[in-house]
Nanobody, 126 residues
Framework: QVQLVESGGGSVQAGGSLRLSCAASGYTISTYCMGWFRQAPGKEREGVALIDKSDITMYADSVKGRFTISQDNAKNTLYLQMNSLKPEDTAMFYC????????????????????WGKGTLVTISS
């Protein structure tokens, strides 16, 4: 049974940093396309970053240069390092996975992902 559990959310001031973690169980993350998504209040869920077994990464334009997605296969854990945070980054952040060996840009569409965590809240104050 696939389970994804996010952690690391919190409240920081603009310009600060946070590191999110997603512990996966029930499968090996290196066989999946893994990603981070977020949903701000009153908005639709959107893709933030993806990584596949070859460590190929993709990012939404809004986070390029500020966020870094990575994975530790030994720990079966996905990470999102978020720097230079802005108030508009405030959202519930979700970890998600799709059974495929490669990520494609289309996987930034939340509808493309198959498994989801329950999310961790990130709040950025100005």
């Amino acid at each position: 049974q696939v389970q994804l559990v996010e952690s690391g959310g919190g409240s920081v001031q603009a310009g600060g940093s946070l590191r999110l973690s997603c512990a996966a169980s029930g499968y090996t993350i290196s066989t999946y396309c893994m990603g981070w998504f977020r949903q701000a209040p009153g908005k639709e869920r959107e893709g933030v970053a993806l990584i596949d077994k070859s460590d190929i990464t993709m990012y939404a334009d809004s986070v390029k240069g500020r966020f870094t997605i990575s994975q530790d296969n030994a720990k079966n854990t996905l990470y999102l390092q978020m720097n230079s945070l802005k108030p508009e980054d405030t959202a519930m952040f979700y970890c998600a996975a799709r059974i495929t060996s490669r990520c494609y840009s289309t996987h930034l569409n939340p509808a493309a992902m198959e498994y989801w965590g329950k999310g961790t809240l990130v709040t950025i104050s100005s």
